[in-house]
Every structure is written in C-alpha cells, then in structure tokens.
C-alpha cells in the first residue's frame, strides 16, 4: 500500500484556486441528521428523564429502569482512578497537574476580578468577572474514548470556579472505560451520567427531574452531537462546533523526514477527513518526507484511515522561501501548527492565524494533545482567524459595572438626553434628565 499525496508549487499560476480546494470542507447539516436531532431534542425538553431513558437504550443499548442506574457516583470514579496500574496513573496525574498549572496562569494572567477605576467626579466604572455556575462536558464514548478529553474541558472550568461540572458520556453496549473515569475523578467532575448523542445534549441544555440545566456545554461529539449543540445554542452557551482535525507543518529541511511523517500521520489517524499538509520550500526534502510516509506506513494499525485521509485531504506544498510559507499559514489558519526549523520563534512572529503553534524540532503536536498544559480543544476550518483556544475565559463572564456619581450625572445626563431625543427616545432622555439639577 501506498499513498499518492498531492503536490503543489507556490509559482504555479494557479496554486490559489488548488489550495482552496485541497482547503475546502463543507460543515453543512445533513438533513436527515439534522430532523433527527429536532425530533430527539424537543422530546427530551417534553417528556425529560423518560426520553433519555429511551433513546439510551436504543442507541446505546443500555436498559435501565431510571436515570439512577445511569449516573457514576464519586466512588465509582474515585475506584476507577485506584486500580490504575501505578505507570498509568502517574501519567495521567502528570498531565492533569501540567494542564491545571497552566490554566491557573492563565487564569491570574486574564485576572480573576475584572477591573474598576474612578473618574475625577467620583464616577466608578468597571468589570466584574465570575464564573459560569454549572457546565456541560460532552464526553465521546466507546470506541472513541479519550480521557485527555476529560482533562482539558473539566479542568479549565474548576479553574476558573465553576460551582458545579456534569460529564456526559456514552457507554454503548454498557462498556465503560476506566481511564476516563479516572480522568473525571482527578479532574473535580461533581456529577457523571452515562449517556451520549443528542439525548444528552438536550439533557443537559434543557434539564430533566435528574439532571440540572447547565449554562454551558463544551466538548467534542459526532455529527448529532454537533447538530444538537447548534440547535441549542441560545438557550445554553457552546464551545465550538468543531470540524475534523488538522496539522500544518512548516520545516525548512532540517528535522528528520521520519519525525515529520509521523507527525502528519498523527493527525490522518484520527478520521478519514482529517488534514495533514507539509509546506517547505526544499524539493528534496518533500520527497524525503513522501518516501518516509509510504515507509512506514505498513506499520501504522490505522493505516487505511491514515491512507485515505492523506490521499484525499493531504497535501505537500513548495514554497519560494520561509516568508512565503508563514503567509501561506495564515491563509490556512490551522488548528495545530508545527514549525519544525531552526529559529522557529522568527517564523512564529510571523504567522497571525493558528489555533496553536508547535515551536522546534521536538515539538510534536501529540505532545499538545495529551499532557504538554495548553489546551487541546481548538478551532479548525479556518475559524483560528477568529477564534481561540479553549480556555478558562470561556467558562467566565463580565458583567459592566456603573456607580456615576451626583456629579457625573450632570456631565453625562445632558449627553445622554441629547442623544436620546435625536433617537426619538424621550423617556429615556426623560430619565437622564430627572438626575439634573
């Protein structure tokens, strides 16, 4: 088996146009999946604990009599994370303490109380910040079972002091993995109940007799899981809705061409829409990195996924020279960016648009994914043009604060009132006004 990667040269006339198409990813709804979601999350918000109760046992094919038999309860998870074999928990405690101290910096960095200041008249303004009072986190289940997950949605959010966390998570044919147990216990989760799909989006969006509304769902799910948290934004706050994963590798020659076929491998594993591209400006060295990848691909247990992914939605680019490259990624605005070259730092303080950028040889992005600190849930589809990390800014609020004094309320009563007749808007001049002397 081998894989056919397409190639691109930055000179060609209509390198534009193919990267576009090698870029593009239509996110549409499906409309079956979408109807489906509709139909399961109005009778979720209806009939509550009972829906859930059903759709659980048809999708999952757990039977239980009441929502009870579907919750974990803090022994079970505090079991879990105790019969770890030592290697294993060691591990996971790592990582959760390098992800929880880098939150807390970023946390103290943000400044956990807003600001206020007062103006010579004795006008206070400001900002106050809290935390979001319950959160969501929508954990995938069976075969798809990362307790890295567990750690950078839960962890973030008892950062920032969020009273209470709920974690979702299917365990279809009843099977549940303890290594995400484990992670929910060393994380603070307060409550787990065993359910998945849009069931449990509307669960948590709207409340049952079982489970509480929370204000905010975060985390990764399949396609009703995302039609589900799209429909419910509005009525509780969402993360993102995430497209597949992606890697951008910029190198210009000098890191091992194995290290970077593997790299992109990491990426193609995860889903046959996965995207993995390689910009560097040395012919040679792409070629390297092509033998590379058919090499050692007979290895790889996922080798048809990572073939696939790399035939359809893969990519090596030839670039002019490193300049070009870094205005080539802020085109792409990837999800994960790796700069695999000598100074990396000269090149990153070129590039504006990646969700998170990878500096140096040993650098690998799985790193970022697992137990580096930063967090691993990241925009993708070009959407790190706009949009962050997740973080614990994202489990906070602000709220403004005014307290305008007698005195202000002469400067800005007449502004105010001035403003509001031009707006038509006589009783809120009127009430401006009152304050006058």
Known sequence: MSIQIRRFDSTHPDFKSQLADVLAFEAGEDAAIDSAVLRILDDVKLRGDAAVLEYTQQFDHVDASDMAMLEIGRDALQAALDQLSPVRRAALQTAADR?????????????????????????????????LDRVGIYVPGGKAAYPSSVLMNAIPAKVAGVQEVIMVVPTPNGVKNELVLAAAAMSGVDRVFTIGGAQAVAALAYGTATIPQVDKIVGPGNAYVAAAKRRVFGTVGIDMIAGPSEILVICDGSTDPDWIAMDLFSQAEHDELAQSILICPDADYIEAVAASINRQLADMPRKEVITTSLTNRGAMIKVRDMDEACEIANLIAAEHLEISTENPQQWADKVRHAGAMFLGRFSSESLGDYCAGPNHVLPTSRTARFSSPLGVYDFQKRSSILQVSEGGAQTLGKIAAELAYGEGLQAHARSAEYRLK
Do not use: C, M, W
Request: proline share 3%; glycine share 12%.
């Open 99 to 131: 992800v929880r101290a880098y939150h807390e910096r970023q946390k103290n960095e943000i400044g956990s109380n807003g600001f206020i200041y007062t103006e010579a008249d004795g006008t206070v303004l400001g900002q106050k910040v809290t935390p």
